[in-house]
């Protein structure tokens, strides 16, 4: 039986804890949320509390070996470069002393600039990148055998892009989507997990990059939410992010391809 560790227990966490638990893994995962932690507890994960920017006490009875670690928390943009950096030093003092075989650190593809260009993990150089979503990474990247997804935005389930931008003025209708959905997420990280991986750092996004309007306008019809008020003219970047490097390299085949069908 798999033994996993979940740090960060969000939307992809919890997602990926049900299929997994499904398979009867033993998984364990780290929440801040006290409802979370009792939801999870009933599912049969052994889960605990942990807030990582002012504890990192392992618990008494907590494990020494896990076959994988998946790290979802965030490094989000609203905190300081210090912010960041103290919660990733603490997630990496919690990490140290455990024993396993792979880890997974979920990034974002929000670390490229807003820039009109076809963008690889190669395109850039890292003081090209935004610092604090790096920063994170590098702290993950010391740890052995460890890897960073960077994730596209994540839709799926019961996160629906035209359910956010119903009666809205878009903006950003022009904007290429570089998008993924959570079955997706799961299936890459799912098979990172099991079979070897050549770089440390790959994007995770959707093959198709329709615009943000042809998705809004698909969403709506898809779900049967009202369109947006208005697609604003404007005149912004076309950003379109690769995923195909780990898609190759897992030989994925991705269950959705075009976010025209999220």
Known sequence: MKRILILGCGWVGEYAAKNWIQRDYEIWASTTNTEKHHRLQKDGVFSFIKDFDVDVKLEGNFPEYFDAILVSIPASKKNSLEEIRNRFFQVKRFLLPLKY?????????????????????????????????????????????????????????????????????????NELANFIHIEDVFGLIDAGFDYSLRERIYNAVAPEHPSKKEVLLASAKNHGFEPALEFAPNTSFQKKVSGSLLQNDLNYTFKYPSPLDF
């Open 101 to 173: 075989s792979k880890l997974i650190f979920l990034s974002s593809v929000g670390i490229y600039p807003n820039e009109s260009k076809a963008i690889s993990e190669f395109t850039y150089r890292e003081s090209e990148l935004d610092p604090k979503l790096l920063l994170a990474e590098q702290f993950m990247l010391s740890l052995n055998n460890s890897y960073v997804y960077r994730l596209g935005g994540l839709f799926g389930v019961n996160r629906i892009f035209a359910k956010y931008y119903e009666g809205k003025v878009v903006t950003t209708g």
